[in-house]
């Protein structure tokens, strides 16, 4: 009776226990399906920007801005166009910038969103200890966290120097008219 007794007690515990360990790992899988979500909506923004506009609006800059230089003995010395060429050249420079820095942006993204979903299915499969979890888990938060700084720092320059390009661009078209009325005649 004794035996019957400690087996059933074993059992009853091994029971709770093993219950106590899947409530912990469906709030750690929890967690990771949050900071997942976080990622998609973070490559959704980063793909939200469409890089070959971006690209044209760099192509235009280079063109442009080397077009008026080289016919600058066509027009009048204009210290304005001199400080707007300077301010379209560095929406140029962010525009290139962001190039760059797109691709290793989404990289970024869908590399945390893999170790994400490997976290998950180690966790589902009983495969990682709470203290690792710990770990692997504060780990991917922080990635999240600089690419999210990260993105949100290259759409606000982006937009700012969207407007910048939109500001000067009829500008530098009315100067391009001008240097080619001169080289018409």
């Known amino acids: 009776m004794k035996i019957h007794l400690i087996i059933i007690s074993a059992i009853i515990s091994l029971g709770l226990l093993s219950c106590s360990n899947s409530s912990k790992i469906k709030i750690q899988v929890s967690r990771v399906d949050s900071l997942y979500f976080v990622a998609k909506i973070l490559e959704n923004q980063a793909a939200s920007v469409n890089i070959d506009t971006i690209t044209s609006y760099k192509l235009y800059i280079d063109k442009t801005t080397k077009f008026i230089l080289s016919n600058s003995k066509l027009i009048s010395e204009?210290?304005?166009l001199s400080r707007n060429?300077?301010?379209l050249g560095n929406a140029g420079r962010v525009f290139k910038k962001f190039n760059q820095n797109y691709s290793d942006l989404l990289n970024d993204i869908k590399f945390s969103k893999t170790?994400?979903?490997n976290l998950k299915e180690d966790l589902n499969n009983g495969l990682v200890k709470e203290s690792d979890f710990v770990k692997y888990?504060?780990?991917?938060?922080?990635a999240i966290e600089d690419v999210k700084k990260e993105v949100i720092k290259l759409k606000a320059k982006l937009v700012y120097n969207i407007q910048i390009y939109y500001h000067y661009k009829p500008y530098f078209e009315e100067t391009v008219e001008k240097i080619l009325s001169h080289t018409n005649k």
């Open 78 to 80: 204009d210290k304005l």
């Open 115 to 117: 170790q994400l979903k």
């Open 85 to 87: 060429i300077i301010k």
């Open 137 to 142: 888990y504060e780990d991917e938060k922080k």
